[in-house]
């Protein structure tokens, strides 16, 4: 029998990465976008940066982009920025932002249905179609990719609510122009 002891480790870091309650390197994506308010997520901190909403599409994309490779489908890229980061309006409402994350929610789902009909860690070694990289590095890749924009989105997150989008500090005299408590009695929460 061959091993599928990789292919399972692989499920096992997307899910924890995506919506485990104990991930190693702080809040979950889940965890993250449990804060975030559509309001927030439309939101700009500066003209060249991304909202919140743009890297939930982002993140959504490249899932989709793992799916379509592991279906075998050569052809299929992400070449735009719209397909990359969305056409999103710079006001988003309850419905667009319950879609966005619905369809992140849908694309993890997806991209660990279709790691679960493998039987074996051996496609891991296979070069995915129209790249020059491994299924191993593309799932590698992924759960990175999302450690990174969680990351962003924190910070994103955290600044937005300094800046009027219902931080608990709004009205605090302890907080910095720049939304920082240090230095103050505030308690400082680790990950937010």
């Known amino acids: 029998m061959v091993s599928n002891d990789e292919l399972i480790r692989i499920i096992d870091l997307l899910n924890t990465t995506y919506e485990g309650e104990e991930a190693w390197h702080g809040p979950s994506v889940v965890d993250v976008l449990s804060g975030v308010t559509p309001d927030m997520a439309g939101r700009r901190i500066a003209p060249n940066t991304h909202s919140i909403a743009e890297l939930v599409f982002h993140m959504t994309s490249w899932r989709i982009f793992c799916v379509k490779k592991m279906q075998g489908d050569e052809k299929f890229d992400i070449i735009t920025p719209d397909k990359n980061f969305g056409a999103l309006p710079e006001k988003i409402d309850d419905f667009e932002w319950e879609a966005l994350e619905m369809e992140l929610s849908l694309s993890q789902e997806e991209l660990v249905n279709e790691l679960d009909k493998r039987d074996d860690d051996e496609f891991l070694e296979d070069i995915v179609p129209g790249r020059d990289y491994t299924y191993y590095d593309m799932l590698h890749g992924i759960i990175n990719h999302d450690m990174y924009h969680t ?42």
């Open 151 to 192: 990351g962003q989105i924190m910070i994103l997150r955290k600044a937005l609510s300094f800046k009027g989008t219902g931080s608990k500090y709004d009205d605090d005299d302890d907080v910095d122009d720049y939304g920082s408590t240090y230095g103050s009695s505030q308690e400082h929460d680790d990950y937010y």
